[in-house]
């Protein structure tokens, strides 16, 4: 189990302690004095204000975003909540479903000039909330106990408070919570890479080229997601040298990378060994260089950038046909699971070339490749 599966079990059990928490000691207690007596009205009565409770706060912490983000000097490009997005494209905003990163919605923005304050727009969702703990005392301090609202604003801000939880942890879940960021964000250079990334990310976002990636002479775990863009585009123009020394620049800071991203720098230049060297010198940088970590991301990584360096090595190195039929069934589920189309005609380019390889290898007619779009 990775560290950050192993976190978020135990931050979602914080939240079931606080879920649990509301509907013994507030929900619960309602029930009874509200006079609520038929199984109808009781239920009806907690469903609806906790599916409101989940609105009501989910809305607030994408507030919270778009006014810490103008606030902190950013532009904002696309709000999402639940998949419902209104979004700016070059001819406009517009208003449709599109996936996100995050637990219940994402802001996306850019920014307007150099000197940002990207705190603020982290920060955001924690004031909204805080302000909305204020209202909730104030109503159940100033409404009778047979009133509806006097119960139902604590619940609201008790599941204010339980999303908030996840959202301030300050490590990374199975999402980049705001509270991994702040952390992050101390770092000047950080700062600096994170607006490069969401220039970055816009630009992916609206299916725009992405050009003049700007480098970073220090490596850390935000400079090495900027670094990764980079390096996808020398390997789209097979401009391997330059790669390479872009690896090996990242390979002497691994200690400051986390592992699922320089596990995804690290299938690269495996890829490029299978393709200019000898299969001994993939081999013996599979077994030597990699660590058992790296090789166990790499063989189940669900991105397709790295499935076609585990599909080469697969195929030329260990001539494992289950595994090579593993990475190939995986592929479709990939390409969808990428949350833009950025690259997406250049890596089906690049893993056909490598399925192509491999099927032309003794053995492997049976190896078919589903399609891929």
Known sequence: MKKEDFLSILVYLVMLVIALFIGLQIIEPSLEKLD?????????????????????????????????????????????????????????????????????????????????????????????????????????????????????????????????????????????????????????????????LIRIESLVYNNEPVTDIKKFDEVTTMTARVSLYELYQLIDKNAFNEAITLIEKLEKHEDKVELEFIARVKAQKLYIYLLTKAQEASETYWFKELTQADRKFISNDLTIETMRAYLLYSGIVTKSQSECAFVIKRAPKALKNNLNDYRKEEEINLFTDAFNRVKALDGNDMLELPPLK
């Open 36 to 196: 609520l007596v038929s199984n109808v009205e009781r239920y009806g009565f907690a469903t609806v204000t906790i599916i409101a409770g989940i609105l009501i706060n989910v809305i607030l912490f994408e507030v919270g975003h778009v006014l810490g983000a103008i606030i902190g000097g950013y532009s904002v490009i696309s709000v999402n909540i639940f998949g419902f997005a209104y979004y700016k494209t070059k001819t406009g905003w517009k208003f449709g479903l599109r996936r996100f990163e995050g637990l219940t919605g994402e802001t996306k923005i850019i920014a307007k000039k150099e000197k940002t304050k990207p705190r603020l727009f982290l920060f955001g969702p924690t004031i909204m909330v805080l302000i909305e703990f204020a209202a909730a005392i104030t109503i159940f301090l100033l409404t009778a106990e047979n009133v509806a609202i006097h119960h139902q604003a604590l619940i609201v801000a008790g599941v204010g408070a339980m999303l908030l939880v996840y959202n301030i942890m300050p490590f990374k879940l199975d999402n980049f919570t705001d509270g991994y960021y702040i952390v992050l964000l101390s770092k000047k250079v950080n700062v600096e890479a994170y607006n490069e």
